[in-house]
T-cell receptor, first 115, second 113 residues
Framework: DTGVSQNPRHKITKRGQNVTFRCDPISEHNRLYWYRQTLGQGPEFLTY????????KSRLLSDRFSAERPKGSFSTLEIQRTEQGDSAMYLC?????????????FGPGTRLTVL | AQKITQTQPGMFVQEKEAVTLDCTYD???????LFWYKQPSSGEMIFLIY??????QNATEGRYSLNFQKARKSANLVISASQLGDSAMYFC??????????FGTGTRLTVIP
């Protein structure tokens, strides 16, 4: 499989619990992005990595959210003390950053439901 | 700051007909790129077509073409010969050098047999 993969695909948790999502980008892609998509909206940018360095973070990324990409390959997104407002689809994307345009390839997403 | 406006929450098209999905944008950056993505019910965002701000010609990719009017800041997607599999959400997005894509709210396209 040469596409972006995300695990788990679905996660149901109770308010206050911690959750962690994983993203495996396309192997030769050095850029990795996390987006959040709520119902009826387009994806909203959360954070961006170039290799293992986290270079940008959105204001949407509160201190309960943390993302890592320790070896410049896969990435994890952790949400601590989940709230019902965190219920959303979390999308990961990757790109080479070298093409004429920075086409981002998206994974299937992780749908989080906080009860 | 960037802004994408998609004013059509939903559109219907007869199978085999053409349909235009509207997108207007706003950015202060002189160099930018405009993207269209398709999101079927499975959730994955599928890249369709790209238009650079300095491209002289409208982009085309198979049945997809982009009607780019820079002065009007519009980048409408035209889908020709609609197929049932085209039923999905369609998002317009802009990349203005901010290392991320800024998306509109999308248009839900339904193709009628």
């Amino acid at each position: 499989d040469t596409g972006v993969s995300q695990n788990p695909r679905h996660k149901i948790t109770k308010r206050g619990q911690n959750v962690t999502f994983r993203c495996d980008p396309i192997s030769e892609h050095n850029r990795l992005y996390w987006y959040r998509q709520t119902l009826g909206q387009g994806p909203e940018f959360l954070t961006y990595f170039q290799n293992e360095a986290q270079l940008e973070k959105s204001r949407l990324l509160s201190d309960r959210f943390s993302a890592e990409r320790p070896k410049g390959s896969f990435s994890t997104l952790e949400i601590q003390r989940t709230e019902q407002g965190d219920s959303a689809m979390y999308l990961c994307a990757s790109s080479t950053g070298l093409a004429e345009y920075n086409e981002q390839f998206f994974g299937p997403g992780t749908r989080l439901t906080v009860l | 700051a960037q802004k994408i406006t998609q004013t059509q929450p939903g559109m219907f098209v007869q199978e085999k007909e053409a349909v235009t999905l509207d997108c207007t944008y706003d950015t202060s950056d002189p160099s930018y790129g405009l993207f269209w993505y398709k999101q079927p019910s499975s959730g994955e965002m599928i890249f369709l077509i790209y238009q650079g701000s300095y491209d002289q010609q409208n982009a085309t990719e198979g049945r997809y073409s982009l009607n780019f009017q820079k002065a009007r800041k519009s980048a409408n997607l035209v889908i020709s010969a609609s197929q049932l599999g085209d039923s999905a959400m369609y998002f317009c997005a802009i990349d203005a050098g901010a290392n991320n894509l800024f998306f509109g709210t999308g248009t839900r396209l339904t193709v009628i047999p």
